[in-house]
């Protein structure tokens, strides 16, 4: 089974300043993991993907994610957070069905 | 690359009435699509999966005979919310992998609205 957890509903930070989601998967398979981004009466739109190649992902916009099998982590993060960063943020794990697992969300307030 | 277009982005339907949500790949054969829905402020949960030709599979909490869907071709899946509420009013949607697998795409989603 597949499921994926993100701590953290709000996520609050200055512009300028680190962003850091986090999220950790559970999977009986080796996963595909994603991040994506809705912005508000928006889409789905994929920032980033994990498919077994390198651990660190660089995805659009400045933000990466590290695959870190021992933690069973994929955290989402960006050295310098922009106002236009502010968004919904989704994590998902996905089987080699393509069937998606998606995590609760964490929402993104970028303080000016 | 590959594009997934859902019709219509935004959909206002009276209580009790059906309404059609289309799901198409425009450049690639989908061989399985998925429906996914979101309530405000909640993440996006999978309704069913469905395989071109077969029934689709719904997940549990789902109603079949509330929302139907239909995947007569590699290119086209539709699902109608029937005699619908305005606790049906959500964001519906769909992605859709090729033959190979290797990649899935979504859609731009659908937003219902029951009044």
């Known amino acids: 089974a597949q499921s994926v957890t993100q701590l953290g509903s709000h996520v609050s930070v200055s512009e300028g300043a680190l962003v850091l989601l986090r999220c950790n998967y559970s999977?009986?398979?080796?996963?595909?993991l994603f991040w994506y981004v809705q912005y508000p009466n928006q889409g789905l739109q994929l920032l980033l993907k994990?498919?077994?190649?390198?651990?660190l992902v660089k995805g659009i916009n400045g933000f990466e994610a590290e695959f870190k099998k021992s933690e069973t982590s994929f955290h989402l993060t960006k050295p310098s957070a922009h106002m236009s960063d502010a968004a919904e943020y989704f994590c998902a794990v996905s089987t080699r069905g393509n069937q998606f697992y998606f995590g609760t969300g964490t929402s993104l307030t970028v303080i000016p | 690359g590959a594009v997934v277009s859902q019709h219509p982005s935004r959909v206002i339907c009276k209580s009790g009435t059906s309404v059609k949500i289309e799901c198409r790949s425009l450049?690639?054969?989908?061989?399985?699509m998925f429906w996914y829905r979101q309530f405000p402020k909640q993440s996006l949960m999978l309704m069913a999966t469905?395989?071109?030709?077969?029934?689709?599979?719904?997940e549990q909490g789902v109603e079949k005979d509330k929302f139907l869907i239909n995947h007569a071709s590699l290119t086209l899946s539709t699902l109608t919310v029937t005699s619908a509420h305005p606790e049906d009013s959500s964001f519906y949607i769909c992605s859709a992998t090729g033959t190979n697998g290797n990649t899935i795409y979504f859609g731009e989603g659908s937003w219902l609205t029951v009044v």
């Open positions: 999977s009986s398979v080796p996963p595909y």
């Open positions: 469905s395989n071109e030709g077969s029934k689709a599979t719904y």
């Open positions: 994990y498919t077994s190649a390198a651990t």
């Open positions: 450049d690639f054969q989908a061989t399985t």
